[in-house]
């Protein structure tokens, strides 16, 4: 089995750089040959700016991605490449979190930014080349990697721009089409909205023994006013939630690991190694065993 490949943040001058561009135009893959999986902390925008034929491989999923799509890959996701051409031409842009971000405790960020993060259901967005036409995505893509390649004087602002460019395209497009969207302040009111946030925060740094209770306690809210409060606001129910959460963690470790699967249900808050492997299966397609050889097969 090839583990995953944790891609560490960027250095320029010996300190981290939070965008990285890249046009890939050169880059010659072997025909039918997987690249090893990889993730990172970025939050990665591809767009297939020339001749592209590829497979990507997200977290489970098998996705086309061709000549003039877009591509939004979340922070720490698993993905990998397999192509159908010896050389495909596609520009990439990778941007951490905090660069989107004006500041990370702030729900009026964190609802634009939370469905880019590792815990969001949905891992990937995928925009085709027809829907792109009259927009303004390639050429933010074409002026990135200008920008990175010449590096004239306040490049760095030039790239934070665009970044933010593509990234508002991004969630007003999935506003207009009710898609991936955390925007329930009239339904929900800011306050609780805001609670929820926190909770949320609280809930990921403490998965595998987190519950429902003892979520709703951390805000100082009863537990039925969460329950419904966390639905209304998140779109799905606590257990759902933190079910994808744990599920996403175990992802990691099958990868990154040999840990066998019973520890690895454990220590992700899986009571027993069965229930893992039901809850694993109903999510991905296949079982842990089958994820994790997945590409020794390839």
């Known amino acids: 089995m090839e583990q995953a490949i944790h891609e560490r943040v960027g250095l320029y001058h010996g300190l981290e750089f939070p965008i990285e561009c890249y046009n890939l135009h050169s880059k010659a893959y072997v025909s039918g040959k997987l690249a090893a999986p990889h993730y990172h902390e970025y939050i990665e925008f591809l767009y297939a700016s020339g001749e592209c034929d590829i497979s990507v491989w997200i977290a489970g999923e098998m996705v086309d991605?061709?000549?003039?799509?877009?591509?939004?890959?979340?922070?720490?996701?698993?993905?990998?490449?397999?192509?159908?051409?010896p050389i495909n031409n596609y520009a990439c842009i990778k941007a951490l979190p905090e660069v989107i971000y004006f500041s990370k405790s702030s729900y009026f960020d964190a609802r634009y930014v939370a469905p880019f993060l590792e815990n969001n259901l949905v891992r990937y967005q995928l925009f085709r080349k027809d829907e792109l036409a009259d927009t303004e995505i390639a050429g933010f893509f074409s002026e990135a990697i200008s920008e990175w390649k010449n590096k004239e004087y306040g490049y760095e602002v030039s790239l934070r721009s665009l970044v933010f460019r593509i990234?508002?395209?991004?969630?007003?497009?999935?506003y207009k089409m009710g898609e991936n969207v955390l925007d329930v302040e009239r339904d929900s009111g800011i306050e609780n909205v805001v609670l929820v946030h926190n909770a949320v925060e609280y809930i990921n740094s403490n998965f595998a023994t987190v519950t429902e209770a003892e979520a709703a306690s951390v805000i100082?809210?009863?537990?039925?006013h969460f329950s419904r409060t966390f639905?209304?606001?998140?779109g799905k129910s606590f257990?759902?939630?933190?079910?994808?959460?744990?599920?996403?963690?175990?992802?990691?470790?099958?990868f990154e690991t040999d840990t066998p699967i019973?520890?690895?249900?454990?220590?992700?808050?899986?009571?027993?190694?069965?229930?893992?492997?039901?809850?694993?299966?109903?999510?991905k397609g296949v079982t842990p065993r089958q994820y994790r050889q997945a590409f020794a097969e390839k």
């Open 65 to 85: 991605f061709r000549t003039g799509d877009f591509m939004i890959i979340n922070s720490n996701t698993p993905h990998s490449f397999f192509p159908r051409l």
């Open 167 to 174: 990234f508002l395209w991004t969630i007003r497009r999935n």
């Open 220 to 224: 100082n809210m009863s537990y039925s």
């Open 231 to 234: 639905k209304r606001v998140m």
């Open 239 to 254: 257990k759902t939630y933190l079910t994808a959460t744990r599920i996403n963690a175990a992802e990691r470790m099958l």
């Open 262 to 283: 019973t520890e690895i249900a454990l220590a992700c808050g899986f009571a027993t190694s069965s229930h893992f492997i039901e809850r694993f299966r109903l999510a």
